[in-house]
C-alpha cells in the first residue's frame, strides 16, 4: 500500500496494483497526468490539512479515478529535484515530503510519487508568502483559499490541537469514572476507584487533532468493523467489554463494564480519532508454596492487550481513513506493592518481581501509515519500560516467542 510502504522501496509494479483499486481523489490523494503548473499549491494545501499522496504521471478519469493502464510521463534523470526546486521556491516555509520515481520495465516512463506528512509548522504559503491553501476532499475544488480564522487556526492549531488532546483524554477519564459510580449504585459491593489498583490504559490519538472524521452513530458500525479476537479469555473479542453497541455521547460512543469482584472494562471511540482502552489487571496469586495470596499484574495479560488494542487500532484507523502522526501512550498506574507476573495461566510462575515505581508510562509517536508495519517495535519499547520498571530486561525473543505460542 502506498501509505505504508518504505518510499524508497516503492516500484512501479506496486503503483500500478494501486491504481487498479479505482480510489477516486480526495483530501489525501491526487493524481496528476504530467507535472501540473501549481503543483506547489497541492503540496502546501495537504502539509495543512492531513498530509497525502500526488502520484505524477497518473491520468484521471470523469470520476477522479486513475486511468488504467498508468501511462507515465518521460523519465529523465532530476525529477526529484524539481519537486524539490519548486517547494524551495515557492512554499514558505518549505515542506519536505518523500519522494519516490518509479520506473516502468522498458526505463523510459515514470510516476513520481510524492508523500506528504501533516505539517506542524503551519501555514505553508505560496505566492510570495500571500496566499495559504487547505484540501477539501472536493473533486471540483480540491484546494481552496484558506479564510482569515483558518489561518489563524493554522497559526495557532498546534496549541490548540495539542489543548484539544488533552481535553480528549481527560474527558476520557472523566466518563470511566462517573460510569463506574453509576454501576456502583447498582452493586454496593463494587470497590471505589480511588481504592483500586493495578490500572492498564492504552489509547491512539492524532497528534495535532482539528475536526471529527466521523459521527458518534456512524462510531458504531466502525466498532463493529474493527473487533479482533480476544485471546486471553476474558472475552471472545476485543475492544473490550465486547458489546453490541456502545452508548453514544456527545462526541464518540463508550463501552464500560464494572464488576463486583473489581474488574474494570473501558473502550471510547472518539470522533476525533481518540482510540481509548482501560482496565484493571490486578490479580490474587497462591505462592506454590504456600503462604498468603499476594496480588500481582501478569506481563502477560500487558502482551496480549498491547497486541490486540494496535491490530484493533490499525482497522479502526483505516476505518476512518487516518493517516497521519499518533501520539500513542500506555500506563501502567497504581502498582506500587503489586507484583509482576512473568507468566501466562496456564504456566507454572516465577517469584513475581516488585518495583519502587507507583507508575509505569509509556509515549511515542507513530504514523497510522505504517502502524502494522512499527507494531513489533512499538510493542517491544512499550513492554521493556515495563519491564525495567520491575528489575526485568524483556528481550525481543520473548516477545516473540510468547506471540507465537498464544496468539492465534
Aim: aromatic share 10%; net charge negative.
Amino acid at each position: 500500500m502506498l501509505y505504508i510502504k518504505d518510499i524508497h522501496q516503492v516500484t512501479w509494479d506496486d503503483i500500478e496494483s494501486f491504481c487498479q483499486q479505482r480510489n477516486p481523489e480526495g483530501a489525501y490523494l491526487d493524481y496528476k497526468q504530467e507535472f501540473p503548473s501549481h503543483l506547489e499549491k497541492t503540496i502546501a494545501a495537504m502539509a495543512n490539512t492531513l498530509g497525502g499522496i500526488i502520484l505524477i504521471g497518473v491520468a484521471e478519469d470523469m470520476e477522479s479515478r486513475p486511468v488504467i493502464p498508468v501511462g507515465g510521463i518521460a523519465f529523465q534523470r532530476g525529477l526529484s529535484e524539481t519537486v524539490i526546486n519548486i517547494i524551495l521556491t515557492n512554499i514558505t516555509p518549505p515542506v519536505f515530503p518523500e519522494i519516490a520515481v518509479c520506473r516502468d520495465s522498458s526505463g523510459t516512463r515514470a510516476v513520481v510519487v510524492v508523500r506528504i506528512l501533516q505539517s506542524h509548522q503551519t501555514p505553508h504559503a505560496i505566492a510570495g508568502n500571500t496566499e495559504v491553501y487547505l484540501r477539501t476532499g472536493n473533486r471540483n475544488t480540491p484546494e481552496k483559499l484558506a479564510h482569515v480564522n483558518e489561518i489563524e487556526w493554522l497559526r495557532e492549531g498546534r496549541r490548540k490541537s495539542e489543548e484539544l488532546r488533552e481535553q480528549l483524554y481527560v474527558r476520557a477519564e472523566n466518563r470511566l469514572a462517573s460510569l463506574h459510580d453509576r454501576q456502583r449504585q447498582e452493586k454496593p459491593k463494587m470497590p471505589k476507584m480511588s481504592l483500586m489498583h493495578g490500572w492498564l490504559m492504552l489509547s491512539l490519538c492524532p497528534l495535532y487533532p482539528k475536526d471529527p472524521f466521523t459521527t458518534p452513530p456512524e462510531l458504531n458500525d466502525v466498532y463493529k468493523r474493527i473487533r479482533v479476537t480476544e485471546y486471553y479469555r476474558t472475552n471472545h473479542e476485543f475492544p473490550l467489554p465486547s458489546l453490541g453497541n456502545g452508548t453514544i455521547v456527545q462526541d464518540g460512543i463508550v463501552l464500560h463494564r464494572s464488576d463486583e469482584d473489581g474488574d474494570v472494562f473501558h473502550t471510547e471511540l472518539n470522533c476525533f480519532g481518540l482510540y481509548f482502552y482501560k482496565q484493571t489487571v490486578l490479580h490474587e496469586y497462591q505462592p506454590p508454596l504456600g503462604g498468603n495470596p499476594i496480588r500481582i499484574i501478569r506481563a502477560s495479560e500487558i502482551l496480549c492487550r498491547l497486541d490486540e488494542f494496535l491490530d484493533s487500532a490499525i482497522k479502526y484507523y483505516h476505518q476512518i481513513r487516518y493517516w497521519g502522526v499518533l501520539d500513542f501512550r500506555m500506563h501502567l498506574d497504581h502498582i506500587h506493592g503489586c507484583g509482576l507476573g512473568r507468566y501466562h495461566p496456564d504456566e507454572h510462575d516465577t517469584p513475581p518481581l516488585y518495583s519502587p515505581d507507583a507508575e509505569v508510562r509509556f509515549s511515542d509517536a507513530v504514523l497510522a501509515s505504517v502502524l502494522e508495519v512499527e507494531k513489533p517495535q512499538l510493542i517491544l519499547r512499550a513492554t521493556q519500560r515495563v519491564g525495567w520498571a520491575f528489575g526485568w530486561n524483556l528481550s525481543e525473543q520473548l516477545l516473540k516467542s510468547y506471540y507465537a505460542k498464544y496468539k492465534p
